[in-house]
């Protein structure tokens, strides 16, 4: 209801703004022919009475014709700008509504987010306070609050980054890398993704090196790889690879889950947008991922896309034009 009153208001106002227009452009065919009617009906008296007149009748009529074309070609101008005007506010309306529906979906799973691994932290502290366990349950219960704690670090950086490319404030500070060194060192330290056992098959060509800024750019390869993990079946491999064909570097991230449309697969980088299939809507997320590594993807002067990864699932592809000699 909160959602469509404003639209209804709106739509009243434009029927109101219709019936008056109409209702102007009668009341100005009307006028102008009891004008022109007066005008008639003078001229044929004062013919009667002899009176010389400069203009006659059939003139008199020609102008009135002119006249209606004025009022229809004026009128007709500022219909089609009426329909613009109409047609572009109501695509604004869409537009506020649904960042509106994303920015509340955005909070609600931040909140959820943010509370899940606090709660459980809070559990595994509870616990280890109040019971003397073995020491292979303490490790246990540890490892999962660390495993928690650096999914909110993860979050907090996304959030963080999030920020930061809104409002254009960072700037990178780009140096040479052996790129599959930091995808390997990168993909074994996320140990909070590791928990739900996917194979993890990394295909990296060895000696490739790219200018990157070593601070963001993991963040393009754990969310890439949360991603993967978030929407792919448990048990499930999930293959990253690293090549170089002539002068281009390829990065591909490619899972055996249910996959993306083609008609989301531009839609998944916009901030806060999330696939809107059930399955999707139960998984968690943020809605931030695929959104930070566009734009840090394209900081890097990359470009991304998404396609089908055979025989099931989805590969996500970053390519680099790579500008600068190959170390050796």
């Not at 227009?21 to 022919?33: D, R």
């Not at 670090?153 to 404030?169: Q, V």
């Not at 750019?217 to 090549?243: G, M, Q, R």
């Not at 996959?259 to 139960?282: A, C, H, M, S, W």
């Amino acid at each position: 209801m909160n959602k469509s009153k404003p639209l209804f208001i709106f739509y009243l106002l434009v029927g109101y703004v219709c019936l008056q227009f109409i209702w102007w452009a009668f009341m100005l065919f009307e006028l102008n022919n009891e004008l022109s009617q007066k005008k008639a009906e003078l001229l044929v008296s004062k013919q009667e009475q002899g009176i010389i007149q400069n203009e006659t009748l059939p003139e008199l009529k020609g102008k009135l014709h002119k006249k209606w074309l004025m009022i229809a070609g004026e009128g007709t101008v500022f219909l089609i700008l009426l329909i613009v005007g109409i047609a572009k506010t109501h695509s604004t309306f869409k537009k506020e509504i649904a960042l509106s529906d994303q920015q509340k979906n955005f909070l609600l799973s931040i909140t959820h987010e943010l509370k899940s691994p606090l709660a459980s932290n809070k559990l595994h502290l509870q616990t280890l306070l109040k019971h003397e366990l073995a020491r292979e349950k303490q490790q246990a219960l540890l490892l999962s609050a660390l495993n928690d704690t650096e999914r909110l670090i993860s979050l907090a950086d996304n959030l963080l980054m999030a920020a930061k490319i809104d409002s254009n404030t960072f700037d990178l500070l780009l140096e040479s890398t052996d790129l599959a060194k930091l995808i390997e060192n990168t993909i074994s330290n996320a140990e909070h993704l590791k928990k739900n056992k996917h194979t993890i098959k990394l295909d990296l060509q060895a000696e490739i090196f790219f200018p990157v800024d070593r601070l963001t750019f993991p963040s393009i390869l754990l969310n890439l790889y949360e991603n993967a993990v978030k929407y792919s079946p448990n048990e499930t491999e999930i293959h990253i690879s690293l090549n170089k064909k002539n002068r281009q570097i390829f990065i591909n991230v490619s899972d055996e889950g249910s996959g993306i449309p083609e008609l989301e697969r531009d839609r998944v980088f916009q901030k806060f947008y999330r696939i809107g299939n059930e399955e999707t809507r139960k998984t968690k997320g943020t809605g931030l991922g695929l959104f930070i590594v566009k734009n840090l993807v394209e900081k890097h002067n990359g470009v991304i896309h998404v396609k089908n990864n055979n025989p099931k699932g989805s590969t996500i592809e970053i390519c680099f034009d790579n500008n600068i000699e190959q170390r050796t």
